[in-house]
């Protein structure tokens, strides 16, 4: 770390707990949006702290110049409900430390298990976590500062490129999503962490103990939330993981309506369109990756699909009954996409999607 920056974090040691004296600071790597940097510091009373510096990067603070305040705001609200997320310890307008805001969290003991022994245990309790969010009381909550996730996904089906990625049937994913946009409105909006996969989880010695970046928080369908992370899963974990993941979370949230989870499901196979040959993976398993989307995953959700058979455990039979939340009860095979890609490859290589 330059020494110009070590003297910055010095200073933040300072604002953080007055009188501490900066023991070390060193760059956390994952991190995409923002960049984390871990402090340790020594206390008046001698007792030893570590915390964590987060300094958002420029696409976030032109897209949000206030996203350092939001998300300090957030992890208060969070925290506050009972949520296992970093507290917030400070937040810096000034500028005249860095050249932009910055926020201080507590530093949470863990790491995302990008390989777990037991797979169906730990999707459900990823399940549960989430269902917990999207639980919370939000009766006496303003969140009116963070964005609505139905408005995000309207920006986003309005800025058509120039080339669609065909190879994800980037354009029949377009073609379905905006000629049902906005979807019916049958769920109450919920707070929606906006980034929820097994790389924003933090667990130590078996248990899940943080759910971390916050930054892409929003208020909405908390199926948006379920169809992001249903991906990822079946991407990293395969479909009986997945399977697991949706059965579990169903079960928490019986009260939802699950007939849009279609749309929210090919709304995650969007994010990685015209993106996913610069995540540096090789052939196979961008092969494997792409096969998944535009075959298995886009085709069946567009009713364009070559196998007659529906889609397991999604909402694809609802959608087309008309009726309310169930999702389980189909089964089909995902020959292809059997966990396809090592959650520690997408770790790696994964460029966060909304960012470009």
Same mark, same amino acid.
């Given at each position: 770390?330059?020494? $110009?920056?070590?003297?910055r974090?010095?200073? &933040?040691?300072?604002?953080?707990a007055?009188?501490?004296?900066?023991l070390?600071?060193?760059?956390l790597e994952?991190?995409?949006s923002?960049? *984390?940097? @871990?402090?340790?510091f020594?206390?008046?009373?001698?007792? #030893?702290d570590?915390?964590?510096v987060?300094?958002?990067? $420029?696409?976030d603070r %032109?897209?949000?110049?206030?996203v350092?305040?939001?998300e300090?705001r957030?992890? $208060?609200? #969070?925290q506050s409900?009972?949520?296992?997320?970093?507290?917030?310890l400070?937040?810096d307008? !000034?500028?005249?430390?860095?050249?932009?805001p910055?926020?201080?969290?507590?530093?949470?003991?863990g790491?995302?298990?990008?390989e777990?022994?037991?797979?169906i245990? =730990?999707?459900? @309790?990823l399940?549960?976590q989430?269902?917990r969010?999207?639980?919370?009381d939000l009766?006496n909550?303003?969140?009116?500062f963070?964005?609505?996730? /139905?408005?995000? #996904?309207r920006?986003?089906l309005?800025q058509?490129?120039?080339? /669609?990625?065909e190879?994800?049937?980037e354009?029949?994913?377009?073609?379905?999503l905006?000629?049902? +946009?906005?979807?019916?409105?049958? =769920?109450?909006?919920?707070l /929606?962490?906006?980034?929820?996969?097994?790389?924003?989880?933090?667990?130590?010695?078996?248990e899940?103990?943080?759910v971390i970046?916050?930054e892409?928080?929003?208020t909405?369908?908390p199926?948006?939330?379920?169809g992001?992370?249903?991906?990822?899963?079946?991407w990293?974990?395969g $479909?009986?993981?997945?399977? @697991?993941? %949706?059965?579990r979370?169903? !079960?928490?949230?019986?009260?939802?309506?699950? #007939? =849009?989870?279609?749309f929210?499901?090919l709304?995650?196979a969007?994010?990685?369109?015209?993106?996913l040959?610069?995540w540096g993976?090789?052939?196979?398993?961008?092969?494997?990756?792409?096969?998944?989307i535009?075959?298995?995953?886009?085709r069946? +959700? %567009?009713g364009?699909s070559?196998?007659?058979q529906p889609?397991?455990?999604?909402a694809s039979? &609802?959608?087309?009954?008309?009726?309310?939340?169930t999702v389980?009860?189909h089964?089909?095979?995902y020959?292809?996409c059997p966990?396809?890609?090592?959650?520690? *490859?997408l770790e790696r290589?994964?460029k966060?999607?909304e960012?470009?």
């Amino acid at each position: 770390m330059r020494t $110009e920056d070590h003297s910055r974090f010095i200073e &933040v040691v300072e604002r953080v707990a007055r009188g501490s004296r900066l023991l070390r600071a060193w760059d956390l790597e994952g991190g995409v949006s923002a960049r *984390t940097v @871990a402090i340790e510091f020594e206390r008046p009373d001698g007792e #030893v702290d570590r915390a964590v510096v987060r300094l958002h990067g $420029e696409v976030d603070r %032109t897209q949000n110049p206030d996203v350092a305040a939001d998300e300090y705001r957030l992890l $208060e609200i #969070v925290q506050s409900a009972g949520i296992p997320a970093p507290t917030s310890l400070l937040l810096d307008g !000034s500028c005249d430390v860095f050249e932009i805001p910055y926020l201080v969290v507590s530093f949470v003991e863990g790491s995302p298990d990008f390989e777990p022994v037991d797979i169906i245990p =730990n999707v459900e @309790a990823l399940a549960q976590q989430l269902a917990r969010i999207h639980l919370m009381d939000l009766s006496n909550v303003d969140l009116s500062f963070l964005p609505a996730r /139905l408005d995000s #996904v309207r920006k986003r089906l309005d800025q058509r490129p120039d080339r /669609l990625d065909e190879a994800l049937s980037e354009g029949r994913i377009r073609e379905e999503l905006s000629a049902a +946009w906005p979807p019916p409105a049958v =769920n109450q909006p919920r707070l /929606l962490h906006g980034d929820y996969w097994p790389g924003n989880i933090l667990w130590r010695d078996g248990e899940l103990v943080a759910v971390i970046d916050w930054e892409d928080a929003a208020t909405g369908d908390p199926l948006a939330d379920v169809g992001n992370c249903r991906l990822e899963i079946l991407w990293a974990l395969g $479909e009986d993981a997945m399977a @697991a993941f %949706t059965d579990r979370y169903q !079960s928490l949230m019986p009260s939802l309506d699950y #007939v =849009n989870l279609r749309f929210w499901d090919l709304y995650a196979a969007l994010h990685p369109a015209g993106k996913l040959s610069g995540w540096g993976l090789d052939a196979d398993t961008e092969a494997r990756m792409v096969s998944c989307i535009g075959d298995s995953w886009s085709r069946r +959700w %567009t009713g364009r699909s070559s196998s007659p058979q529906p889609l397991s455990h999604t909402a694809s039979a &609802v959608a087309t009954a008309g009726e309310r939340g169930t999702v389980s009860g189909h089964k089909t095979s995902y020959s292809f996409c059997p966990g396809s890609v090592p959650l520690s *490859t997408l770790e790696r290589q994964r460029k966060r999607w909304e960012r470009g």
